[in-house]
């Protein structure tokens, strides 16, 4: 089945689990994409069917391997499209996700192709998201998300959330940017080169710190 509507949900299933453990449930599925739960229900169904997700009554939803290899294909075209705006288009980082939420499903796998080249094969979006590999491969380090760190960590900025807009452009004027190093002072501050900061609000859940590989 081709069709924007299934990759829309097999994308934000598999969104829900690239920065943390937890499956995603139907519940939760509605309220990301908007929809009646009944609806929902009736295209999880649709989508076991095809062999995209696994599903008990009640329970979460998770990615088949099929379903992983076709939601990684469109977080691949996502992706570089919002990277593609963003350097050739002069697009800010708040702006790219609704214009590539449209071009994902019209440009053809040629022209994807030749923009990956022209990018230079980038591994990472504006907002710091790993791009899959041409065969969904996706390489990641070791990260933890800022409301767990610990005062006093020091971390680079792997990830910020794209799915709010005004936050996005809260980080930029206090400073706060993918690859910028900063140190945890507490729950609503950080410290970038040495300044303090006040985390607008939301940040804590919203952006993800670099940490050494033992977690520490």
């Known amino acids: 089945m081709a ?15 690239e920065w943390q453990d937890s499956r995603i449930t139907p519940s ?10 009944s609806s929902v229900t009736e295209m999880v169904k649709k989508l076991a069917a095809l ?31 919002e990277t593609w705006l963003v350097r050739d288009f002069g697009y800010s980082w708040d702006e790219v996700h609704d214009e590539a939420d449209v071009l994902e499903h019209s440009l053809s ?24 590999d041409a065969d969904g491969t996706v390489r990641r380090e070791p990260f933890v998300l800022l409301g767990d760190a610990e005062p006093g960590h020091r971390g680079r900025v792997l990830r910020v959330s794209d799915r709010d807009s005004a936050l996005l452009r809260a980080l930029v004027d206090v400073g ?41």
């Open 3 to 17: 069709s924007p509507a299934v990759d829309d949900y097999l994308k934000t299933i598999y969104h829900h689990t």
């Open 28 to 37: 939760q599925l509605a309220a990301v994409l908007g929809l009646a739960p």
């Open 51 to 81: 062999d995209l997700v696994t599903h008990r009554p009640y329970g979460p939803v998770s990615l088949t391997d099929l379903g992983e290899r076709r939601a990684a294909a469109v977080i691949r075209r996502h992706r570089l499209i």
């Open 109 to 132: 796998d040629r022209l994807l192709e030749r923009i990956d080249e022209r990018l230079g094969h980038p591994r990472f979006d504006p907002h710091g998201d790993a791009i899959p």
């Open 176 to 216: 706060i940017d993918v690859d910028v190093e900063l140190e945890v002072e507490g729950a609503t501050s950080v410290r970038v080169d040495a300044a303090r900061v006040s985390l607008p609000d939301g940040a804590a859940d919203a952006v993800w710190l670099s940490r050494p590989d033992d977690g520490d």
